[in-house]
């Protein structure tokens, strides 16, 4: 019975219309309370499994479950997942509050459920708030992407490569937010090419390579193994 547990992966597998085998038989589950980096090289099959996991697109076999739910484009399950994947698209022209509002309303869902002053402290964008998104740089369209997932405190957080274009204390900023957002309960995935980063910001780590799951568990028992294997794919 999953009906509580965030996440199954069950040995999904991609295949593009080019014939190449992004995903080739992946398997893992995430449980409450875990900040999950997925972990590899670029090509390794990152994207297209967060894609799959978000509904986005289907798998060719395999599934995923959410909370017991089977996930697939338009199930209702994905009310419960936030997602932050590539570069967030905001109107330019509005602030960074005003984007964050207009994203919630269009949800459709009650606006006290948004928690919109909590999101808007991760994001950190002091004064910026009430400037336009226009006015922002990248790595604070980042953050503010970050903070419009968390709206409505999803009890999964999907995020592909989210400290792209983030410098190395923002990156480190990211840590506590992220832990004490797990640490209510929620469950974080975190998609990352750099083994440092995930090791600052992780608990726990699915290390991926060529479409398959090279190997996963805490990022303790990681750094402790003899296994060099993560770290030459890591520091690509
Ligand atoms: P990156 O960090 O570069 O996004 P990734 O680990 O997320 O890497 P994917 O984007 O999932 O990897 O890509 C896995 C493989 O599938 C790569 O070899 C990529 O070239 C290929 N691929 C991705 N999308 C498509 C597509 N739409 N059509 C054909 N091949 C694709």
Redesign the pocket.
């Known amino acids: 019975d999953y009906a509580d547990v965030p996440l199954v992966v069950d040995s999904l597998v991609k295949t ?3 014939g ?1 085998r ?2 080739d038989d992946v398997s893992w589950r995430a449980e409450r309370g875990q900040v999950v980096g997925l972990l ?12 799959m996991m978000l509904g986005l697109i289907c798998p060719d076999s395999g599934s995923v479950h959410v909370l017991g739910r089977p996930v697939h484009p338009g199930s209702e399950v994905l009310g419960r997942v936030g997602a932050l994947v590539e570069g967030p698209g905001f109107l330019p022209h509005l602030t960074g509050r005003e984007n964050l509002t207009a994203y919630w309303a269009a949800t459709g869902r009650p606006a006290e459920e948004a928690g919109i002053d909590e999101a808007l402290d991760v994001a950190a964008l002091g004064g910026a708030l009430d400037r336009p998104v226009r006015t922002y740089s990248h790595g604070m369209k980042q953050r503010l992407g970050i903070a419009q997932a968390m709206l409505g405190k999803p009890e999964l957080l999907f995020l ?2 989210p400290t792209n274009g983030l410098d190395p204390p923002q990156i480190a900023a990211m840590r506590p937010i992220l832990q004490s957002y797990a640490a209510t309960g929620r469950t974080v995935v975190v ?1 990352s ?1 750099l083994l440092a980063e995930v090791e600052l910001t992780c608990s726990h780590v699915v290390v ?1 390579h060529a ?1 398959r799951v090279v190997t996963a568990g805490p990022v303790a028992d990681l750094l402790a193994s003899d296994d060099t294997t993560v770290f030459e794919l890591a520091s690509v």
Do not use: I, L
Not at 40 to 51: D, H, I, L, V, Y
């Open positions: 593009y219309a080019d190449h992004a995903v590899g090289p670029n090509g390794a099959g990152k994207t297209t499994t967060m894609r592909d490569e998609s090419h991926m479409g």
